[in-house]
Structure formats: structure tokens, C-alpha cells
T-cell receptor
Framework: EAQVTQNPRYLITVTGKKLTVTCSQN?????MSWYRQDPGLGLRQIYY???????DKGDVPEGYKVSRKEKRNFPLILESPSPNQTSLYFC???????????????FGPGTRLTVT | GEDVEQSLFLSVREGDSSVINCTYT??????LYWYKQEPGAGLQLLTY?????DMKQDQRLTVLLNKKDKHLSLRIADTQTGDSAIYFC???????????FGSGTRLLVRP
């Protein structure tokens, strides 16, 4: 089954304790992306990657890091989480086409993070 | 910059039609989407429409696109309690990597 998986699905942590949210896709997609969802703001892009070892900032990258060492995985790293990073996080993937990405993006189930 | 706006809340009675509206600002939007998010769940792509189309119908769902006014709507016929969810409008330009989402419309279906 084609899917995007995220782990963990729920996480409660304390300020300053480094954490990683994993994202994996089994569709051989070149493009992967992280979004955060906050009430009244919809989803906003944090980082994206067009291929292995190619990453770039989205609209709200502050406080986050990513890496793309393998095509299937795109972990989101919070080196020193703060309460304003409490949010619902979604990973997405898509095929790359020429200089852009395919119109259809596949989303993971989401990770609900609470930072106290 | 790019912006997508939706009303925050809609309440309808079971069996009625629901119409969720969305406006966007980017005239280069090529793809427009409707996603559904049920409580505690991820995002489900409901339907999408290309900018060269005016209407798309898929079973109970009808999407209308008015490019001149940059207005997109989703009509759900015979709304059921299982349709209660948050509905997100999103757009993507042809050369863009990301989806631009609206803030979501919470649909409540009353029995």
C-alpha cells in the first residue's frame, strides 16, 4: 500500500529536550515536505526537499532542522523545542516533474506535538 | 503574496446541501484542492480541479471554480453526519513546490 508514515503520532515533551519526528514514504517520491497546522492558520510549510541531500526552507523554518540522507526518509528535528512549537505536524511527498512537483501530494497521518 | 481564505464554520442539517467557499489571490494557481480532516485524523484529498476547468463533479461532491473572481466552492449534496470535519481549500501554482492552505472550515452536520 502506497503511504506516508510518521512516528511518533503523539509526543509530549519539555522545553529544550531535542526530539526527532520521522517520516517515511514507500512511493519512491523525490519531493518531501513538512507542514505544521495551527488553529485558524491552516497548514504552513516548514522545510522541503527536492531530492537526496537537497533541502530548502519553507515559510516557517525557524527552530527546525531536516535532513535527507535517503530518498524514502525525511526526519524533522527540533534541537531545542519551545512551547510555540506545540502543533500538529504533517509530512507530505510527491513525484518530481521537470522543475516542479506533481499536483498530487500524499500526506502522512500527522504527529501531535506538545511542548511544556 | 499568496493567500487562501475560508470562513471558519458552517452548520447544516443532515440531508441538506452544504456549500463551503474559498477565495484565493494567486492568479497563477494551476491546481485547486479540497482536503478533508476528520477529528484526530490526517488529511484526505477529497477532490481537485485544474484551473482550466469550471466545474468538476464526483458523486455527492461538486466543485465550482470562478477564475475571474478567484473563487472556489465545494458543494456536498445530501450531507451526512459522517461529513462533519474540517475542510481545507488549497492551491498550487504550476511551478510551485508547496500547497498554500486556507485556515479550514469546520462543518457541523446536525441530525
Amino acid at each position: 500500500e502506497a503511504q506516508v508514515t510518521q512516528n511518533p503520532r503523539y509526543l509530549i515533551t519539555v522545553t529544550g529536550k531535542k526530539l526527532t519526528v520521522t517520516c517515511s514514504q514507500n512511493m519512491n517520491h523525490e519531493y518531501m515536505s513538512w507542514y505544521r497546522q495551527d488553529p485558524g492558520l491552516g497548514l504552513r510549510q516548514i522545510y522541503y526537499s527536492m531530492n537526496v541531500e537537497v533541502t530548502d526552507k519553507g515559510d516557517v523554518p525557524e527552530g527546525y532542522k531536516v535532513s535527507r540522507k535517503e530518498k524514502r526518509n525525511f526526519p524533522l528535528i527540533l534541537e531545542s523545542p519551545s512551547p510555540n512549537q506545540t502543533s500538529l505536524y504533517f509530512c507530505a511527498s510527491s513525484r518530481r516533474q521537470a522543475f516542479t512537483v506533481d499536483y498530487e501530494q500524499y500526506f502522512g497521518p500527522g504527529t501531535r506535538l506538545t511542548v511544556t | 503574496g499568496e493567500d487562501v481564505e475560508q470562513s471558519l464554520f458552517l452548520s447544516v442539517r443532515e440531508g441538506d446541501s452544504s456549500v463551503i467557499n474559498c477565495t484565493y489571490t494567486d492568479s497563477s494557481s494551476t491546481y485547486l484542492y479540497w482536503y478533508k480532516q476528520e477529528p484526530g485524523a490526517g488529511l484526505q484529498l477529497l477532490t481537485y480541479i485544474f484551473s482550466n476547468m469550471d466545474m468538476k463533479q464526483d458523486q455527492r461532491l461538486t466543485v465550482l471554480l470562478n477564475k475571474k473572481d478567484k473563487h472556489l466552492s465545494l458543494r456536498i449534496a445530501d450531507t451526512q453526519t459522517g461529513d462533519s470535519a474540517i475542510y481545507f481549500c488549497a492551491e498550487k501554482g504550476d511551478s510551485s513546490y508547496k500547497l498554500i492552505f486556507g485556515s479550514g472550515t469546520r462543518l457541523l452536520v446536525r441530525p
